[in-house]
T-cell receptor, first 115, second 111 residues
Framework: GAVVSQHPSWVICKSGTSVKIECRSLDFQATTMFWYRQFPKQSLMLMATSNEGSKATYEQGVEKDKFLINHASLTLSTLTVTSAHPEDSSFYIC???????????FGPGTRLTVT | DAKTTQPPSMDCAEGRAANLPCNHSTISGNEYVYWYRQIHSQGPQYIIHGLKNNETNEMASLIITEDRKSSTLILPHATLRDTAVYYCIAHNPNRDDKIIFGKGTRLHILP
């Protein structure tokens, strides 16, 4: 149990376009989902915390208008990278949790390349 | 969450036990020690966690010192598939859900 999926697994887009990444908890209801970004040879960096039915909480330095997060249901959160630029190219990873004191389960990641 | 310190890299021969150390000298009483690993180009995988007592599961063992200032993750019989970056995290799951990753230890299993 406790499987988290992401779609797509990789995407290439042109500079200036927007890209949407989905994160789904397949066999449990996730009250909280998290979005991370990872650049090559670096650790995961938390971008934002997403609670179902409420606005996401962004970490310092992460532009909320550029990285739109929607957690519309207990099994789905989406991250939209708006007006993507080459520097947004990265590995985006989500995780999901049933709530406080529960484990976090990570998705397989989405590799975004902006040309 | 308390800061953790891990060696940047380690080597281990295939079939031998891999012992990965972690220092967390500022850990608070209600913070658990969590271990995750990340195989190249994949999402992190949960390994084990503990508060005070040593823990063992099908993947690994976790040894926490009595003062809780350090811990060791043990992979009893390392295989090539255990090559990954291992992250040690001190985290209170009841206070704040978010997990902050440090730099981890890059473990190379040598054939």
């Amino acid at each position: 149990g406790a499987v988290v999926s992401q779609h797509p697994s990789w995407v290439i887009c042109k500079s200036g376009t927007s890209v949407k990444i989905e994160c789904r908890s397949l066999d449990f209801q996730a009250t909280t989902m998290f979005w991370y970004r990872q650049f090559p040879k670096q650790s995961l960096m938390l971008m934002a915390t997403s609670n179902e039915g409420s606005k996401a909480t962004y970490e310092q330095g992460v532009e909320k208008d550029k990285f739109l997060i929607n957690h519309a249901s207990l099994t789905l959160s989406t991250l939209t990278v708006t007006s993507a630029h080459p520097e947004d190219s990265s590995f985006y990873i989500c995780s999901a949790s049933r709530g406080p004191s529960y484990e976090q389960y990570f998705g397989p990641g989405t590799r975004l390349t902006v040309t | 969450d308390a800061k953790t310190t891990q060696p940047p890299s380690m080597d281990c021969a295939e079939g031998r036990a891999a012992n990965l150390p972690c220092n967390h000298s500022t850990i608070s009483g209600n913070e658990y020690v969590y271990w995750y690993r990340q195989i190249h180009s994949q999402g992190p995988q949960y390994i084990i966690h503990g508060l005070k007592n040593n823990e063992t599961n099908e993947m690994a063992s976790l040894i926490i010192t009595e003062d809780r200032k350090s811990s060791t993750l043990i992979l009893p019989h390392a295989t090539l598939r255990d090559t990954a970056v291992y992250y040690c995290i001190a985290h209170n799951p009841n206070r704040d859900d978010k997990i902050i990753f440090g730099k981890g230890t890059r473990l190379h299993i040598l054939p």
